[in-house]
């Protein structure tokens, strides 16, 4: 879970009716709304199962306690979900104060309030965020029934169940995915106007940019971790429904991936640009200046041995500082951020390729006139 804590600044949340309810209201941290979260769905779960009396397996359904797939997004994936939604309104806050204080780049108010003042109040944010959660939840809604070894699948009432949980999970996430892309805006509209002071020797081993690092690995986690439920759908959809609904297991594939690397590498762009001209300039200014000892040593190659061997030197060790700068990171990232973004990505795609792997052995095993009972 993230960090509970809010960051002073911007009430971003204002923007957003349901994270304003949340946050100013009930005073709901990152970490109390995801365990309230896990409380209020486990609790809705099992009334709708009482009432349908879907509780336990019967012939021809599965009961709310012999299925795990509902445990899993009420246990880990709304918890999850509920508090990357609350923070995601604070981390730019954060982000941008810590970048202030790594003196790596000088950041007044005024260019805060210049890029923030209207970016997140955008009413077409809350009517998109909407309109993706009435759009996923019919598709749910649809698709569900035809799981019939799940209990989304045993009745009307857990399949609106669901359906509802579904909507209000979708909209949260849908305002998350917005506010991370406005997060990303905000940092493009800053950065983008100042010159940053590259330190290559920065303990952080990214040139004293970590901040934009670490938001960046735990927008990755994020990511993974919902892209874990994604897995669990199309795990659910490739062996228990039908061949016309690999459609919607594939769109949501091709949305993760494409989420994955735009929320990690998006920040860090910002950034890159900036990186690689300060790291052109120091370039530049060293070849120019190597070009003017050069000029003069050209120039006085009739002089006496010892002030031609002081500039051949300086030559050299002008050289040895232009490989060195050549050598400074144009990504304020560094290897192990980086292997750990290339471990976590893939992790989502295990479910369904396993899902995939049984279909195909299953059918072989039929070909053969194999039954595995």
């Not at 879970?1 to 809010?6: A, G």
């Not at 246990?75 to 604070?90: A, D, K, Q, R, T």
């Not at 471990?343 to 053969?368: D, E, F, M």
């Amino acid at each position: 879970m993230v960090d509970c804590n809010q960051s002073p600044g911007h009430n971003f949340y204002r923007s957003d009716p349901f994270a304003y309810l949340l946050i100013e209201k009930l005073r709901f941290f990152p970490l109390v709304g995801g365990l309230w979260s896990i409380a209020i769905a486990t609790g809705f779960y099992l009334l709708i199962a009482w009432v349908s009396h879907t509780l336990w397996s019967k012939p021809g359904t599965v009961g709310l306690l012999q299925d795990w797939v509902p445990w899993i997004a009420a246990v880990l994936i709304n918890p999850v979900v509920v508090g990357y939604y609350l923070w995601s309104f604070h981390a730019i806050d954060r982000v941008i104060q810590d970048l202030k204080t790594s003196k790596v780049v000088e950041i007044e108010q005024a260019d805060i309030e210049r890029v923030t003042s209207t970016l997140y109040h955008k009413k077409w944010r809350i009517f998109l965020a909407l309109g993706s959660a009435v759009a996923f939840s019919v598709v749910v809604f649809v698709t569900q029934p035809s799981l019939k070894k799940s209990w989304t699948g045993s009745g009307f009432l857990p399949n609106l169940g669901i359906t509802a949980a579904t909507f209000i999970v979708v909209y949260m996430g849908s305002m998350l995915v917005l506010n991370l892309i406005t997060n990303i805006r905000i940092l493009h509209g800053i950065l983008r106007r100042k010159r940053l002071n590259v330190n290559p020797l920065h303990p952080d081993r990214c040139g004293g940019l970590r901040p934009l690092s670490h938001y960046s690995l735990k927008t990755a986690y994020l990511i993974a971790i919902i892209g874990i439920w994604v897995g669990v759908i199309g795990y659910q959809t490739i062996t228990q429904g039908n061949s016309q609904n690999y459609w919607f297991a594939g769109l949501i594939f091709l949305l993760y991936i494409s989420l994955s690397i735009a929320c990690f590498f998006g920040p860090l762009v910002t950034a890159h640009k900036g990186m690689e001209q300060a790291k052109e300039v120091l370039l530049h200014e060293i070849a120019q200046q190597f070009q003017a000892d050069y000029t003069q040593i050209r120039n006085s190659l009739t002089e006496e041995a010892e002030p031609l061997k002081k500039r051949t030197e300086k030559i050299r060790e002008l050289r040895a500082v232009y490989t060195l700068t050549d050598e400074f990171p144009i990504w304020p990232f560094d290897t192990q951020t980086f292997r750990r973004y290339l471990l976590t990505a893939p992790t989502p795609l295990i479910a369904p390729l396993l899902g995939l792997l049984q279909k195909i052995l299953s059918a072989l095993l039929k070909h053969w006139g194999i039954s595995l009972g």
